[in-house]
């Protein structure tokens, strides 16, 4: 990897430390400064990444010469406004999930970003997991058949977001992979249910439900309010069956099963005795492939560097991220408002 690269970093919370640790350990790069309003995460980044410099407004880094690109990890209602600002400094930006909340935004920054020829990429990190990437490897081989119908389930009990509900936090999550797997395209139909019971507005559980083209439909189940703590999506083809758990000690589980139509005529050829159709029911081997894991994070830091020195487009660029976003906006409940504002860094 060429040398040199000079980032920055807005924001050092819950999510923010991860990143930071991955961009500074790689190869190449250094992470100038830290920008978050809190003092005491000022003080974190001081203690643990000494070689960044914690300041507290980020104007001193849009302002910097050095700083080639800068790491988003503030608030979701902030993001858009942020990212337009370090693009309009003409530096790349890594924005964490979601890009922005309105696809206008997303449309906004990708106009920016063109004029200045300017990388922007979003922190779908799952596209990045290797058994992600062995499922993706699957579809597009077809040893799965025709692909029927994915469901997923984000559940948690607790980490109870205020400024996002519950689809906004986790379902970006399972889209992202839902979209790589499938190639990116628009659904059909999008159709949710939701309920909010612990804070008026904020929907603590959600059931998403997408239709795409050539008969494959998606289920998406989220919430921080259920016992157990579960990361698990089911893909259904024609000829295999796949199990992706993210939390469990193999990962993948390829089930060599279905079930296949035939018909059989009657014996006479009316109206009184149509076609009868049966099933054969198929069931195989059950194979656990041996997946290597690499951290996603460390592939997803290492690709934002690789497409800024050679002007790539992101895997989990501004074309994924849209869709991302354009699926959550036309999944917003009746009254409409799911983001709050809060502080930008």
């Known amino acids: 990897m060429p040398p040199n690269l000079v980032l920055a970093q807005f924001g050092c919370g819950y999510w923010g430390p991860n990143l930071l640790r991955n961009f500074s350990a790689l190869p190449g790069c250094t992470v100038k400064y830290v920008v978050d309003s809190s003092a005491e995460r000022r003080g974190f980044v001081e203690s643990n990444f000494p070689r960044s410099r914690a300041i507290a407004t980020h104007q001193t880094v849009l302002d910097d010469p050095a700083i080639d690109g800068v790491v988003i990890a503030t608030p979701a209602a902030s993001h858009f406004s942020l990212a337009n600002q370090v693009l309009g400094a003409g530096k790349h930006v890594f924005v964490e999930k979601p890009l922005a909340t309105k696809v206008v935004e997303v449309d906004e920054l990708s106009r920016r970003a063109a004029v200045r020829n300017l990388i922007v990429m979003t ?9 992600v990437r062995y499922v993706k490897r699957l579809i597009d081989s077809g040893e799965l058949g025709e692909l029927r119908y994915i469901y997923s389930q984000r559940l948690n009990l607790g980490r109870i977001r205020s400024d996002i509900d519950a689809l906004w936090n986790f379902a970006p999550h399972d889209i992202s992979i839902i979209q790589y797997w499938l190639g990116n395209p628009e659904p059909i139909s999008i159709g949710r249910q939701g309920m909010a019971y612990m804070q008026e507005g904020i929907d603590d559980v959600v059931f998403l439900s997408l239709e795409y083209p050539g008969k494959v439909i998606a289920n998406i189940h989220v919430s921080w309010l259920d016992p157990q703590k579960v990361r698990k999506m089911i893909i259904v083809g024609s000829r295999k069956m796949v199990v992706y758990d993210d939390i469990a000690e193999n990962k993948i589980v390829i089930y060599d099963k279905g079930i296949d139509r035939r018909a059989i005529l009657g014996e006479n050829m009316d109206f009184d005795n149509p076609r009868v159709a049966q099933f054969n029911y198929r069931s195989g081997d059950i194979l656990i492939p ?13 690709h934002f560097a690789d497409c800024i020195h050679n002007s790539h487009e992101p895997l989990t660029g501004l074309s994924h991220a849209r869709t991302v976003v354009s699926i959550l906006e036309r999944a917003r409940p009746p009254n409409g408002e799911v983001i709050r504002q809060n502080s930008e860094v």
């Not at 922190?123 to 058994?131: D, E, K, M």
């Open 123 to 131: 922190g779908h990190t799952f596209v990045y997991n290797s058994a």
């Open 290 to 302: 041996e997946v290597k894991f690499a951290e996603p994070l460390s592939v997803e830091a290492e």
